[in-house]
């Protein structure tokens, strides 16, 4: 096993209290030479090679922080023959195309179930449940650091720098909180979700992301008047016959909605097809022994020789993905300035005060996209509208 954190950890904690399942971790490899570990230390080594080049090791579980590294190696242990278990989203991202193709060539088993959504088993359910259903659409709440901040802050009307603190404290957080509130987490388990539901690979920076690190109490105020939440939602969803669209942004979220309930470090996941309609799947998406299940489960899984076979990707259905959809959005800015930037084509709702003003208004995703460096940069927060429009249904 690499990496002993809080995954590494919960998953040990998972593999002692497993009844059904047993397995023995021969070695762990960690970077920290002087950090305390809580078990002895000649389970321990700080050479990689140690695992990879050990012919009596069959499985390589994965669960280091760094996606360069974990990208070395899952590489050298599927060319080695060694089935691998991964948990690291950025990584796989960026390189499923090349990790599908060692697969096959070194007829060797890459599982990932925990890179995405927690213990919820999406990727699984993708892969088995909707091998053959025509998918709709794929969204839901992947992160559960955000919807925790967002959660303590509608709930107890804290500002966001004092949530962030409180969730860093409980390690619900990357180590680089930005993955986290800015989106990007989300938007690499958008990719992945993407390639099992509808079998195109997306790099991941072609898709927009849009976070909640510039999120204000005046926003969730306007949620509360409306009945509404806010919740991170990334959204893959079908356009037409052959063409998806995806994208992850904060969206206004009513009574009747699945993710209204999801509080906390909690996730949900919307599956909608054409025959089965919607299914909401339900569970924990951060900290170590909700990841660690996952871990097990598809530790579990290699054993049995489970694989994934990918067979939206070869089935080559969904082909084109595009940003060319309308989208209707609350932005919220201070400056005369702020509003200039955005190309609205149409606005339903202004505001304007002393303190904030907003607009509710319809633009093109393309355009978004394309002002993302600007976006960061300014007093601003944007979130999607529900799905039926702004004004909440009671």
């Given at each position: 096993?690499?990496?002993?954190?809080?995954?590494?950890?919960?998953?040990h904690?998972?593999?002692?209290?497993?009844r059904?399942?047993?397995?023995?971790?021969?070695?762990?490899?960690?970077?920290?030479r002087?950090?305390?570990?809580?078990?002895?230390?000649?389970?321990?080594?700080?050479?990689?090679?140690?695992?990879?080049?050990?012919?009596?090791?069959?499985?390589?579980?994965?669960?280091?922080?760094?996606?360069e590294?974990?990208?070395?190696?899952?590489?050298?242990?599927?060319?080695?023959?060694?089935?691998v278990?991964?948990?690291?989203?950025?990584?796989?991202?960026?390189?499923?195309?090349?990790?599908?193709?060692l697969q096959?060539?070194?007829n060797?088993?890459?599982?990932?179930?925990?890179?995405?959504?927690?213990?919820?088993?999406?990727?699984?359910?993708?892969?088995?449940?909707?091998?053959?259903?025509m998918?709709l659409?794929?969204?839901?709440?992947?992160?559960?650091?955000?919807?925790?901040?967002?959660?303590?802050?509608?709930?107890e009307?804290?500002?966001?720098?004092?949530?962030?603190?409180?969730?860093q404290?409980?390690?619900?957080?990357?180590?680089?909180?930005?993955?986290?509130?800015?989106?990007?987490?989300?938007?690499?388990?958008?990719?992945?979700?993407?390639?099992?539901?509808?079998?195109?690979?997306?790099?991941?920076?072609?898709?927009?992301?849009y976070?909640?690190?510039s999120?204000?109490?005046?926003?969730?105020?306007?949620?509360?008047?409306?009945?509404?939440?806010?919740?991170?939602?990334?959204?893959?969803?079908?356009?037409?016959?052959?063409?998806i669209?995806?994208?992850?942004?904060?969206?206004?979220?009513?009574?009747?909605?699945?993710?209204?309930?999801?509080?906390?470090?909690?996730?949900?996941?919307?599956?909608e097809?054409?025959?089965?309609?919607?299914?909401?799947f339900?569970?924990?998406?951060?900290?170590?022994?909700?990841?660690?299940?996952?871990?097990l489960?598809?530790?579990?899984?290699n054993?049995?020789?489970?694989?994934?076979?990918?067979?939206?990707l070869?089935?080559?259905?969904e082909?084109?993905?595009?940003?060319?959809?309308?989208?209707?959005i609350?932005?919220?800015?201070?400056?005369?300035?702020?509003?200039?930037?955005?190309?609205?084509?149409?606005i339903?709702?202004?505001y304007?005060?002393?303190?904030?003003n907003?607009?509710?208004?319809?633009?093109?995703?393309?355009?978004l996209?394309?002002?993302r460096?600007?976006?960061?940069?300014?007093?601003v927060?944007?979130?999607?509208?529900?799905?039926?429009?702004?004004?909440?249904?009671?």
């Amino acid at each position: 096993m690499f990496g002993y954190g809080c995954v590494g950890q919960g998953l040990h904690d998972v593999l002692l209290n497993s009844r059904g399942f047993r397995t023995d971790i021969k070695k762990i490899c960690v970077k920290d030479r002087t950090k305390p570990r809580r078990i002895r230390s000649d389970h321990f080594t700080f050479d990689k090679n140690v695992i990879l080049d050990d012919p009596e090791i069959n499985l390589v579980v994965e669960l280091i922080s760094d996606p360069e590294e974990a990208y070395s190696i899952v590489k050298q242990s599927l060319m080695s023959g060694k089935n691998v278990v991964s948990a690291n989203k950025k990584m796989l991202a960026l390189h499923l195309p090349e990790m599908i193709e060692l697969q096959q060539k070194y007829n060797t088993s890459l599982l990932y179930e925990a890179s995405c959504c927690g213990c919820i088993p999406i990727i699984r359910n993708l892969e088995e449940y909707y091998d053959n259903e025509m998918l709709l659409s794929v969204k839901g709440i992947f992160n559960g650091s955000t919807n925790y901040i967002l959660t303590k802050m509608y709930n107890e009307n804290s500002d966001y720098a004092t949530v962030l603190q409180e969730a860093q404290a409980l390690g619900y957080l990357e180590v680089d909180p930005s993955l986290d509130v800015d989106g990007l987490d989300a938007r690499d388990k958008l990719a992945i979700i993407t390639l099992h539901a509808f079998g195109l690979f997306l790099n991941p920076e072609e898709i927009f992301a849009y976070g909640i690190s510039s999120i204000s109490t005046f926003d969730l105020q306007y949620a509360r008047e409306k009945g509404l939440k806010i919740k991170l939602v990334p959204t893959v969803r079908k356009i037409d016959e052959s063409t998806i669209a995806s994208y992850v942004i904060p969206q206004f979220i009513k009574q009747e909605h699945f993710l209204y309930n999801v509080e906390n470090e909690y996730n949900g996941v919307i599956a909608e097809a054409a025959f089965s309609n919607k299914q909401f799947f339900y569970g924990r998406g951060a900290g170590g022994h909700p990841t660690g299940s996952a871990v097990l489960s598809d530790i579990s899984a290699n054993s049995y020789e489970y694989r994934y076979e990918y067979k939206k990707l070869f089935q080559q259905i969904e082909t084109n993905y595009t940003r060319n959809i309308p989208i209707e959005i609350y932005f919220r800015y201070h400056q005369k300035e702020d509003l200039d930037l955005i190309p609205f084509t149409d606005i339903r709702e202004s505001y304007k005060s002393h303190d904030h003003n907003f607009v509710v208004g319809t633009l093109n995703l393309e355009d978004l996209y394309r002002l993302r460096p600007l976006l960061a940069e300014r007093d601003v927060f944007l979130a999607r509208t529900p799905d039926n429009g702004i004004a909440a249904e009671k």
